[in-house]
């Protein structure tokens, strides 16, 4: 078990060291990085400190090891637009983002179990063929359309929900809604494939002779195996949800961490989109590790491999 | 076997029939203006008039014109950023499935980062450092599919390489470069023209996503993506503007992601449990 976590572990501070080096790397190729992290109308002074104070004047890796040296003390530079360190903004945003992201989630398992259950157990019925078209039909839909459409239906139309920012639970509805479904989507199809599979097996026919009820086969020994996958695609799901949270949040006005990365392009702010980029990888680092702790505990199998 | 998708073939098809003569097809072009006739209504809603068949923007250009346009733009970024993500993904899963060892862990780990990471992060970097255009959005989409293809492309070459007629031409004396190039290589062309097409639908909706959070290629060229995000402020008034381009990228999805399933049990079946 530790050997697994230390290896998890290397594997999160690997995509760390990687992340930071390509945004070093790309925030050098256009030459004169003072052009990106000051404002226009800085004056030649403060380029002049700027270049002291990055060690821009340096070699490469000299400079390489002062931005590192920053980031590991959480100096990630100065927000243009909000003059006040890029980490500071990123973490008054954050909360908000964290209200989100757990309902979307949330909607995801509530949906998607139930459904997948019932489509593997009734393969080819009713409620297979219409969740198994919901699944095509959520994949395919970008993310940005289906807020909008969500947004013309119920706020335009109907007018029973809002449309825009933070407020009472009415508020979450819509966005939870357009960030929920490409996951509802991938959860459901994986279950239910899953859920095929695993009713095949020999301990499933072990438990049915034992005379087990329906229902505990299902949900004692069926589910709990039919989310081992979830749980191990799951590194991809949330690189999927960090996507489809700056996409969301564009659209809903939903003052997060999605909406401000969206902010730090259209204002050409580079210094938070570099920040941005370096915590949003620090916090998927941590979510998966903890995803991958929780794996652990429902396979065993990954223990003690 | 599965039906063949007659409705993908006819969306992909009048998709691909739009990029090519597109000039041909409308009377305007999807960069002109026309401000007296601006934010006009499709032809079936009261004020709406078979001039303009999809109605109009809010410069007045011809929605119809700028959806066919648009389609173009989508099928040269989707080919230009499948060539380079895929070719990458390829050459990468070819050599670090053939060469094994260090080489294949190093690589597999690059891949597994990659899968973790939203590259669409990196795409909004390389977009504001290395400005908005063609090259920009084809590395950033690139950047999102290489690894996909290097994973699967892999596996299949390390079923490949112990196989018989590759240890015979090892036997035969060829050299590990000529091995992978015309033993290998040809041998997991089908799995790839697999991929490309199973991922097909994601650079449209990469392509869209971009463009909508202005990191895609500049206004005014007509792009999906961008009609979406253009029409979205006025949503409440002129409905047309977003959800007209939206229902377009949502059928070539689609049609593309059936046809990819189709294409998939017919060549490689073995790929479906991805």
Redesign the interface.
């Known amino acids: 078990m530790h050997r697994y976590i230390v290896k998890r572990l290397f594997?999160g501070v690997?995509?760390l060291i990687?992340?930071t080096t390509?945004?070093f790397v790309?925030?050098r190729?256009?030459g004169n990085p003072v052009d990106?992290i000051l404002p226009e109308e800085a004056s030649e002074q403060e380029r002049q400190d700027m270049i002291e104070t990055l060690g821009l004047d340096g070699p490469m890796h000299e400079q390489f090891f002062v931005f590192v040296a920053n980031a590991v003390q959480g100096d990630l530079g100065w927000s243009i637009r909000y003059r006040q360190p890029a980490t500071d903004v990123f973490f008054s945003r954050l909360p908000n983002t964290l209200m989100l992201l757990p309902a979307a989630m949330i909607l995801a398992v509530v949906m998607a179990i139930p459904l997948g259950i019932i489509s593997a157990l009734r393969r080819g019925g009713a409620t297979d063929r219409i969740s198994g078209t919901i699944a095509?039909?959520g994949?395919?839909?970008?993310?940005?359309?289906l807020g909008?459409?969500l947004?013309?239906i119920f706020?335009?139309q109907l007018g029973w929900l809002p449309s825009a920012r933070m407020g009472d639970w009415t508020h979450y509805v819509l966005p939870t809604v357009t960030l929920g479904t490409f996951l509802v989507a991938g959860f459901m199809r994986l279950i239910r494939s899953s859920m095929l599979e695993i009713l095949e097996s020999e301990f499933v026919k072990l438990a049915r002779i034992k005379g087990l009820s329906e229902t505990r086969v299902i949900w004692k020994h069926c589910l709990r195996n039919a989310l081992i996958p979830v749980l191990s695609l799951w590194?991809?799901f949330?690189?999927?949800l960090?996507?489809g949270a700056?996409?969301t949040e564009?659209?809903f006005a939903w003052p997060g961490i999605g909406r401000l990365?969206?902010e730090?392009?259209?204002f050409?702010d580079?210094p938070l989109?570099?920040a941005?980029?370096i915590m949003?990888?620090v916090l998927?680092?941590f979510i998966?590790l903890v995803v991958d702790i929780l794996y652990a505990y429902v396979d065993p199998r990954i223990r003690y491999t | 076997m599965r039906k063949l998708p007659w409705i993908s073939f006819l969306v992909i098809g009048a998709m691909v029939f739009a990029a090519l003569f597109a000039p041909w097809l409308t009377p305007y072009t999807p960069i002109e203006q026309s401000l007296p006739e601006k934010l006009l209504p499709p032809f079936w809603e009261a004020k709406g008039s078979t001039k303009y068949l999809l109605g109009t923007d809010i410069f007045g250009r011809d929605i119809l014109t700028r959806l066919l346009h648009g389609a173009q733009v989508s099928l040269i970024v989707t080919g230009l950023s499948l060539l380079v993500g895929g070719g990458v993904g390829l050459a990468i899963g070819i050599v670090s499935g053939y060469i094994g060892g260090r080489v294949d862990a190093f690589l597999m780990r690059l891949v597994d980062a990659a899968f973790t990471f939203p590259s669409i992060l990196f795409a909004l970097l390389l977009a504001m450092t290395m400005g908005q255009g063609l090259g920009t959005l084809v590395a950033a989409i690139g950047l999102l599919l290489w690894a996909g293809f290097a994973r699967v492309i892999r596996g299949e070459v390390l079923a490949l390489k112990e196989r018989d007629f590759i240890a015979l031409a090892k036997v035969h004396g060829c050299s590990e470069t000529r091995i992978m190039i015309t033993h290998i290589l040809p041998n997991v062309m089908n799995t790839f023209m697999v991929l490309v097409t199973l991922n097909v639908g994601i650079v449209i909706v990469a392509e869209a996503s971009l463009s909508f959070l202005g990191a895609g290629v500049p206004p005014p060229t007509p792009s999906w993506g961008l009609m979406v995000a253009e029409g979205r402020g006025k949503i409440s008034s002129a409905w047309w503007l977003s959800l007209i381009p939206g229902i377009a990228i949502t059928l070539v999805v689609l049609a593309f992601n059936l046809f990819g399933d189709w294409l998939r049990d017919r060549l490689d079946p073995k790929l479906r449990q991805l």
């Open positions: 594997q690997m995509l990687m992340v390509i945004v790309v925030g190729l256009t990106l095509v039909l994949i395919a839909t970008p993310n940005f359309w909008i459409l947004i013309y706020s335009v590194g991809v949330m690189g999927g960090v996507t700056i996409v564009t659209v990365t969206y730090a392009v259209l050409r580079y989109l570099q941005v980029i949003d990888a998927i680092v998966n």
